[in-house]
């Protein structure tokens, strides 16, 4: 289909180790956003990209975590040194542009043991 | 910080009724989005409306939206059991969509 999508679905890692999340968004879409939501939380803002800009990296929640988006197109969220406070659903959004609408991927379950 | 800010954090109510979900923010903003999540599943956009609108229907739900309050209100008519699920609302201020904590509704058979 043409929706947003992530990979992997499911990741089960060892505490310490580093995980790559990748996010295709829309074709021609602009904007990108990464959220978590933790077990029984709301969504929580990480990272925001919108074209060539610098993007919006407010919302990491320490410098363990880092994002790039390549090309304008695909994104990759990096979590080093993981911790088991990290495990929860990360989220994916694209939008055509700064005022679209969302449009967001499955999301990718993140489990740290 | 989250902008936006649903309330209640909870309701729940018997399948026929009308639910009522409100959400605060906090800056000016282009559109606010309303959102469902089912437990386990992804995300659910629901309707969107602009900052120059006051009220926007689709199905069975109508949304509004007070600029001068900073608050738009989500009403879900006729509930059925399908719509036990938590919304979001989301806001774009500043060029990102902040989301609230949402608001688990549960409707009862």
């Known amino acids: 289909g043409a929706g947003v999508s992530q990979s992997p679905s499911n990741k089960v890692t060892e505490k310490g180790k580093d995980v790559e999340l990748r996010c295709d968004p829309i074709s021609g879409h602009t904007a990108l956003y990464w959220y978590r939501q933790s077990l029984g939380q709301g969504l929580e803002f990480l990272i925001y990209?919108?074209?060539?800009?610098?993007?919006?990296k407010s919302g990491l929640p320490s410098d363990r975590f880092s994002a790039e988006r390549t090309g304008g197109s695909v994104s990759t969220l990096t979590i080093q040194r993981t911790q088991q406070e990290d495990s929860a659903v990360y989220l994916c959004?694209?939008?055509?542009?700064?005022?679209?609408?969302?449009?967001f991927g499955p999301g990718t379950r993140l489990t740290v043991t | 910080s989250q902008q936006g800010e649903e309330d209640p954090q909870a309701l729940s109510i018997q399948e026929g009724e009308n639910a009522t979900m409100n959400c605060s923010y906090k800056?000016?903003?282009?559109?606010l989005q309303w959102y469902r999540q089912n437990s386990g599943r992804g995300l659910v956009h629901l309707i969107l409306i602009r900052s120059n609108e006051r009220e926007k229907h689709s199905g069975r739900l109508r949304v509004t939206l007070d600029t001068s309050k900073k608050s738009s209100s989500l009403l879900i008519t006729a509930s059925r059991a399908a719509d036990t699920a938590s919304y979001f609302c989301?806001?774009?201020?500043?060029?990102?969509?902040?989301f609230g904590a949402g608001t688990r509704l549960t409707v009862k058979p």
């Open positions: 990209f919108q074209g060539n800009s610098a993007p919006d």
């Open positions: 800056t000016s903003i282009n559109n």
């Open positions: 989301a806001t774009d201020a500043w060029s990102d969509m902040r």
């Open positions: 959004a694209s939008s055509l542009d700064r005022t679209g609408l969302g449009y």
